[in-house]
Nanobody, 125 residues
């Protein structure tokens, strides 16, 4: 599976951005799509995941502000980010794996087999 992330940019605190992840290749029906982010000097952290069935799971830090979605027909996934905060500044990565497990089981980056390149999100005050 090949992944291509896009949509990052500069936004003021309180604003919104929508990240996209285009995927291709072995995109079976049990594809799990996740988003992670990383800031300099820190480990990559989980943001959100959508399972093969469409169930979702979010990090506590983004719950209520971010929404993950997926369009299988279009082979794309999206991360709608609202009410952005300074601490949301990071390089965001989309990742994928094939699994029938529930969404909440996919919060570890070690589980993912495929990664896209990062897209930078900068939130300014």
């Amino acid at each position: 599976v090949q992944l291509q992330a896009s949509g990052g940019g500069l936004v003021q605190a309180g604003g919104s951005l929508r990240l996209s992840c285009a995927f291709s290749g072995r995109t079976f029906n049990n594809l799990v799509l996740g988003w992670f982010r990383q800031t300099p000097g820190k480990e990559r952290e989980f943001v959100a995941v959508i399972s093969w069935s469409g169930s979702t799971h979010y990090a506590d830090s983004v719950k209520g502000r971010f929404t993950i979605a997926r369009d299988i027909a279009q082979n794309t996934g999206n991360l709608q980010m609202n009410d952005l905060k300074l601490e949301d500044t990071a390089v965001y990565y989309c990742a994928a794996r094939h699994s029938y497990a529930p969404a909440w089981t996919h919060a570890s980056e070690n589980l993912y087999d495929y990664w896209g390149q990062g897209t930078l999100v900068t939130v300014s005050s």
